[in-house]
């Protein structure tokens, strides 16, 4: 990491999720910077250039959308989303506008913190510059010779089944929505077909799980998309 | 007395005695007027004097007096004019001509002059009869009621033509019912008469308006999509209609009463559906700001307990299980408020269905991940035949549905015992089947686990309200699907639900490319 202790932005306005989770992350070793609406927020993510924002869906002033879409104008710096159970499309809204990933309120601080290594750990690594070959399970990716092993045996991939895998691979932690898969992997007109991607997930899970009903690497987000971690 | 048996007659045609009365009185006034001018007058003058006489009574009194003035004024004017005088002789054959063209001539000019008049006529009361139309459709278009449609139509019935009509409409059981409500003074309708009109579409017509026949006329009011109604008009009498143009009047202001009916039927249908829609929308959102209005609270009270459990250095041993066991209440009242609000969300009217193919297994594996630690005493065996075909559901809600199975079935078994999730195709359905070794259902109720709050034990010391069996019922109901609990034959529970197979669609082949093969 650059800085030697990350700045974490907290954008929340109840005052009591604020405390638990400002204590919880400085004793993770983090600082804290806190605002409480969106307009607030986005001129703290101005002059305090934090490393991770994390942010609650249900703002006063205005939505998550508002607050993703204003910040992606200028910086790609990773974003957690807080939200109910209730608003699944307001989620996906603002997972789509560039939000990196969400947890539905309540939430364990341990899956908080958790999230927030990984994407901090993601900014790292993207700042070093990625190696070309991956490891998760049992499984190596190597992206440069577009090879793929598992238990040092070759995998067959066909092309769209290889392609989902590399961009799952390049957002590593991150939520993926169905569009923006579909997008990146079939191209716009394809948008709709979900029933596409979650066959070609199912087929990567196959080819590439222990127990393809009980994934550990690729994540269902039910409603919202698929996140892969290693 | 011939006279009188003559007018007896001609009243049949429609003109009163008065008007023949007029007609000789006239002829005997003429006579009176050219009798002294005799001397200075030819005679071909005198004709011309009862010409016009003839003329005038046509265009005033009608058909029946002109011709009676015709034949009249022939008889006088030989009897007072044509010598010898006061006798019906005539002295001269030439004389012979004279009547016989002067009485063409007079009957010529009669038939002319009341054929304009009574075109005239018809056309003065085509006109009011459209002004009338044209006010039924102007007050029709404003119409805001049933009641204001319906006396309109009367309205113009008893004004314009002078009958009495009756309007009928279906009622909410389909049956016919006559408006206004005291509609048996005004008219008698059978109803079967009314049953048939309103069905076929067709009128049932007993002759003309005024044609004797004591049967109401019925006309279905057509409207674009189906019959809106029927409208019975009475015989009777017949002021201002005649004939053939009766049915086309009737016609057209069946069509104007049916257009105005249907136009109400539609603005009704769309404030229904105006006031379904906005009463939904205020459903949901208190039901939305009640679930941020609890989840707010739980997640400070959760979240603090959890951030506290996880200090360091950590905390003594007595205090820290006491933080966990807040936490862990804490997490189970957020799960009692989220089946609580779901159970509402659900019951509050109709549920919109995010239906998309997908996979079984994708759910499956979905809501054992997100039980995570609440299945850390059982082994979860998933077992599902690989040809399963794609499903088509709500993935949110059928994750509700395994979330609450998989969470009974660890609640209600040992620790340690295997929970089993299996599915088949039979025929058109697929079943979905979630079983555990626990002490399995009541015998004697169980379908009555899956009502609102019924436990299978009522006193248990399982905690739970008896919510989760019902939301998975709600859920597999608006997917069109049955649930049903039962035990096994080994002893444990087995709740088993059937999806649609539907027609799942294609996903066309990529081909036989091998791209990362290492060859």
């Not at chain 2, 309200?465 to 039962?486: F, N, Q, T």
């Amino acid at each position: 990491m650059n800085a030697p202790t990350p700045v974490v932005l907290l954008v929340e306005d109840e005052a009591q999720i604020r405390r638990f989770v400002r204590s919880a992350l400085e004793g993770d070793g983090c600082r804290v910077a806190e605002a409480e609406t969106v307009r607030q927020g986005l001129i703290e993510a101005g002059t305090r250039k934090p490393d991770l924002v994390i942010l609650d869906l249900g703002l006063p002033d205005g939505d998550g959308v508002q607050f993703v879409e204003g910040l992606r104008a200028w910086s790609a710096i990773p974003v957690i989303i807080l939200s109910a159970r209730s608003t699944e499309h307001d989620k996906i809204d603002v997972l789509d506008a560039g939000a990196d990933d969400y947890l539905t309120k309540p939430f364990s601080v341990g899956e908080l913190l958790a999230r927030v290594r990984a994407l901090l750990r993601r900014q790292a690594r993207a700042a070093e510059g990625e190696s070309p070959v991956l490891r998760f399970g049992a499984v190596e990716v190597d992206l440069s010779r577009r090879v793929v092993l598992r238990q040092g045996a070759p995998v067959r991939l066909t092309p769209i089944e290889y392609r989902l895998l590399a961009v799952l691979l390049a957002n590593s932690g991150k939520v993926m929505t169905h569009r923006h898969l579909l997008r990146e992997v079939w191209g716009p007109t394809f948008v709709e077909s979900t029933h596409y991607l979650r066959i070609y997930v199912s087929r990567l899970r196959q080819k590439l799980e222990n127990d393809p009903a009980q994934p550990q690497h690729f994540l269902t987000e039910t409603g919202v998309g698929y996140r892969f971690v290693a | 007395m011939r006279t009188e048996g003559y007018s007896e007659g001609l009243t049949a045609s429609g003109s009163s005695v008065k008007h023949y009365v007029f007609a000789i009185l006239a002829c005997g006034l003429t006579t009176l007027v050219a009798t002294p001018l005799r001397e200075q007058l030819e005679l071909a003058n005198t004709v011309m004097l009862f010409l016009l006489t003839v003329a005038l009574i046509a265009a005033r009194l009608g058909k029946g007096p002109a011709i009676l003035a015709s034949f009249l004024s022939v008889l006088l004017f030989d009897v007072f004019f044509v010598p010898p005088r006061l006798s019906l002789a005539v002295s001269d054959g030439k004389y012979l001509v004279t009547f016989a063209v002067m009485l063409a001539v007079a009957l010529i000019i009669g038939q002319l002059t009341t054929g304009l008049r009574r075109q005239a006529e018809e056309a003065t009361r085509r006109e009011q009869q459209t002004r009338a139309l044209y006010g039924l459709a102007q007050e029709l278009a404003g119409a805001l009621s049933l009641e204001q449609v319906v006396q309109a139509t009367r309205h113009f019935f008893r004004y314009h033509l002078g009958t009495e009509a009756v309007l009928l409409f279906p009622d909410e059981g389909g049956a016919l019912v006559a408006w206004p409500a005291d509609a048996a003074h005004v008219l008698i309708v059978e109803p079967h008469v009314a049953r048939t009109v309103y069905d076929s579409g067709e009128p049932a017509a007993f002759g003309g308006l005024g044609s004797g026949n004591d049967q109401p006329w019925y006309l279905p009011l057509r409207g674009s999509t189906r019959t809106r109604g029927v409208l019975a008009v009475a015989a009777g009498s017949t002021r201002g209609a005649t004939g053939r143009g009766d049915r086309r009047l009737l016609d057209t202001v069946s069509a104007l009463v049916a257009t105005a009916v249907e136009r109400l039927h539609f603005v009704e249908v769309a404030n229904a559906s105006q006031m379904q829609m906005v009463s939904e929308r205020l459903r949901s959102s208190i039901l939305s700001a009640l679930a941020h209005d609890i989840r707010t609270p739980l997640t400070a009270l959760y979240g603090t307990a959890d951030s506290l459990a996880l200090t360091r250095p950590p905390l003594p041993e007595p205090i820290r299980d006491a933080v966990e066991s807040v936490r862990d209440q804490a997490f189970r009242l957020s799960g009692l408020v989220s089946n609580l609000l779901d159970m509402a969300r659900l019951q509050a009217g109709r549920v919109t269905l995010r239906k998309e193919w997908q996979p079984l297994e994708e759910v499956v594996g979905a809501s054992i991940k997100l039980l995570g630690p609440a299945l850390a005493d059982h082994p979860v065996t998933v077992s599902l035949p690989a040809d399963l075909p794609l499903l088509e559901f709500d993935a949110v809600l059928m994750e509700r549905v395994f979330c609450n199975l998989l969470e009974n079935a660890a609640k209600y078994s040992p620790p340690g015992s295997a929970i089993g999730i299996s599915a088949r195709s039979i025929g058109d359905l697929v079943e979905v089947s979630v079983l555990d070794r626990g002490k399995g259902f009541p015998d004697d109720k169980p379908e009555r686990v899956f009502e609102l709050f019924e436990r299978g034990t009522a006193e248990s010391t399982v905690p739970g309200v008896g919510l989760g069996l019902a939301i998975c019922r709600a859920i597999i109901d608006a997917h069109g699907g049955r649930i049903r609990a039962a035990n096994q034959p080994g002893g444990g529970g087995c709740v088993t639900f059937s999806l649609s197979r539907g027609n799942p669609p294609n996903i066309p082949d990529e081909g036989p490319s091998v791209e990362t093969d290492r060859s």
